[in-house]
């Protein structure tokens, strides 16, 4: 099975900008669409943003549109979402999750992800 750890979390002010990684061990990357959720305190989980098994196709939520980018390198096992501009409501735990299947998935909202990372902290200051 693939394992997933993420990195990169932290405090930054409004407006900063902010680099989260995912790396995986295990399985065959290549193989995985991926994709960043958050859940914020007494909020639902939340899809944020899905990308492709090849990097070429990405997708992210009307909210983080213009402000986050999902991307991967699938020679370093390992997606990442850059975070610019951030927002107080951004404030939440981030985690990265991998899928086996449903090639599509990177776009879909409602798809439940099997793999999942530990999450990472982001707090957003005012």
């Known amino acids: 099975q693939v394992q997933l750890v993420e990195s990169g979390g932290g405090l930054v002010q409004a407006g900063g900008s902010l680099r989260l990684s995912c790396e995986a061990s295990g399985g065959t990357f290549i193989r995985y669409v991926m994709g960043w959720f958050r859940q914020a305190p007494g909020k639902e989980h939340e899809f944020v943003a899905g990308i492709s098994r090849s990097g070429d196709n990405t997708y992210q939520i009307d909210s983080v549109k213009g402000r986050f980018t999902i991307f991967r390198d699938n020679a370093k096992n390992t997606v990442y979402l850059r975070m610019n501009s951030t927002k107080p409501e951004d404030t939440a735990v981030y985690y990265c999750?991998?899928?086996?299947?449903?090639?599509?998935?990177?776009?879909?909202?409602?798809?439940?992800?099997?793999?999942w990372g530990q999450g990472t902290q982001v707090t957003v200051s005012s």
């Open positions: 999750a991998a899928d086996e299947g449903y090639a599509n998935a990177w776009a879909d909202p409602k798809w439940e992800y099997t793999y």
